[in-house]
């Protein structure tokens, strides 16, 4: 079973983002730790970033016609796209909100989450860790 990892905008430039919210990891990096954790777990994971909320859209639309299982960080636009929050309630497998930071200790506006209610569950404020445990979630949802 293959497993979806989804990434919003401004991840890709992680390194160069608040360091005390995001650490020292590039976006490579990132990629990088989250396969070994899949591989680790004898998962088999493809991981996509877009900055576009059309691009992400397209990407859900695709893993719901194909029943895969998502793992999604939709950075800034988890505030406010209802869009995303849509598509992603089309889904027809499971599906995981991550977060590196706890947007529930930083600014109000990223106190709402607009996805929080059509996923199974959120994992957030663990860095690169909140992707991992997802994985291991993930996992023993989808058996
Ligand atoms: C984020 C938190 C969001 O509030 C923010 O807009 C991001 C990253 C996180 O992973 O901590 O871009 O989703």
Do not use: C
């Amino acid at each position: 079973m293959k497993i979806l990892i989804l990434n919003g905008p401004n991840l890709s430039r992680l390194d160069l983002r608040e360091q005390k919210h995001y650490g020292q990891m590039d976006y490579p990096q990132l990629k990088a730790a989250i396969e070994q954790k899949a591989s680790e777990l004898k998962i088999d994971v493809e991981i996509k970033q877009s900055d576009s909320e059309s691009e992400l859209i397209s990407w859900l639309h695709e893993a719901a016609d194909k029943k895969l299982p998502v793992i999604f960080n939709p950075a800034a636009f988890t505030h406010y796209s209802y869009a995303i929050r849509d598509a992603v309630s089309m889904l027809t497998a499971p599906a995981i909100e991550v977060h590196l930071s706890n947007p529930l200790s930083r600014e109000e506006f990223r106190h709402t989450s607009v996805i929080s209610g059509v996923v199974q569950g959120t994992i957030a404020g663990f860095g690169v860790d909140s992707y991992r445990l997802a994985l291991i979630a993930m996992q023993k949802i989808i058996g």
